[in-house]
């Protein structure tokens, strides 16, 4: 690679966002090769889209920056049985989630520049913003430097994926990764989702009917977090009623209160001091039983018949679930079977 030409990249993984990440650094003129296991169920469907598959291997080791957007869990054995051997001196390895360094689960090579590349939305989201000339806000961040540019290379993998459109933020390895985690598990899936069913299960328990408090506890929550997306908390107030604003003023902290914080503290404290890490790694090594069985007990949860059967007859529905094709899970929850 000359110091005026495009960086040669290969994505490894074509799940969601290995999808969007290759067809926008295409689109943005980069010479991209997808590394995926041969016969795969994904390989028939980055060669659909043009693009060039080689196995993982020889993949990695054409690329200038090697882009591992594979499940977090599948990373450590990938990088350590095919990467490591195949990719270049000097090259640059590139993560979208800095969880296994962080967590001490890959160790680099050291001749490599090693950086980080996350966009603060799914795949289908990164796409579908830089076809619309926009962008998803991402953060990047520089582990080893040991070319002098890794910086450079993260930019201009951040560009051409539409991330530098909306000034993208220098972090670090453990802040992406702790931050990220955090908000997943106190706030975006793990509070939201719990908060919801709480809500729900209250008003049943109190004799209303279960198809209102569907609409109340779960279906509505899109019309505010709409209204936080676009403008904040300000936003929110200025669109709600004032019987609203007074109820949630007057009201909220009886939900998130100091135990709601202290807890909130307790989540922050096991990512920090690797608890979290350690039990996933123990329980996907494990055969992933009990974490089936939880995801099992969330899909069965009484809240989900009610709004399968409301949701039946929200017709959009239909059109706008069917306008990403398909590539609805990102790749860091994607099955291992499709990740190289």
């Not at 795949?123 to 962008?135: F, Q």
């Not at 459109?165 to 899936?189: K, M, S, Y």
């Not at 609409?215 to 107030?237: A, Q, S």
């Amino acid at each position: 690679m000359t110091s005026t030409s495009k960086p040669r990249i290969a994505i490894i993984g074509y799940g969601s966002q290995g999808r969007a990440h290759a067809l926008n650094l295409r689109d943005s003129g980069f010479d991209v090769t997808i590394g995926l296991r041969p016969g795969g169920p994904t390989e028939l469907k980055a060669k659909a889209d043009g693009f060039a598959v080689k196995a993982p291997g020889e993949a990695a080791a054409d690329g200038d920056i090697v882009a591992i957007l594979t499940p977090d869990m599948v990373q450590p054995q990938l990088y350590g049985e095919v990467i490591e051997p195949n990719i270049r001196q000097g090259a640059c390895l590139l993560f979208a989630h800095g969880f296994n360094v962080h967590y001490g689960q890959i160790t680099p090579r050291d001749d490599l520049d090693v950086v980080l590349v996350a966009p603060k939305g799914p795949g289908a989201l990164v796409r579908r913003e830089y076809e619309i000339g926009r962008g998803v806000p991402s953060v990047y961040a520089i582990h080893q430097d040991r070319s002098g540019n890794a910086e450079q290379l993260a930019l201009a993998y951040c560009a051409g994926i539409g991330g530098a459109r909306q000034n993208a933020i220098r972090t670090t390895f453990q802040e992406e990764t702790e931050t990220d985690l955090f908000g997943e598990q106190a706030v975006l899936c793990g509070g939201a989702t719990r908060l919801v069913q709480a809500g729900w299960e209250t008003l049943v328990e109190a004799g209303y009917q279960p198809e209102v408090a569907y609409y109340e506890c779960l279906h509505e929550l899109k019309l505010i977090v709409d209204l936080f997306y676009e403008g904040g908390i300000t936003r929110m107030h200025e669109f709600i009623s004032e019987t609203a604003q007074y109820g949630a003023l007057t009201r909220g902290d009886y939900i998130v209160d100091a135990n709601t914080r202290a807890q909130m503290r307790k989540v922050l404290a096991e990512i920090q001091d690797g608890t979290f890490a350690r039990q996933w790694i123990a329980e996907y090594a494990a055969g992933n039983a009990h974490y089936k069985a939880m995801k099992q007990a969330d899909l069965d949860h009484p809240i989900e018949a009610i709004g399968k059967k409301l949701r039946a007859n929200m017709k959009w529905l239909a059109s706008s679930q069917a306008a990403p094709a398909k590539p609805a899970t990102d790749a860091a929850s994607q099955p291992q079977s499709e990740a190289a």
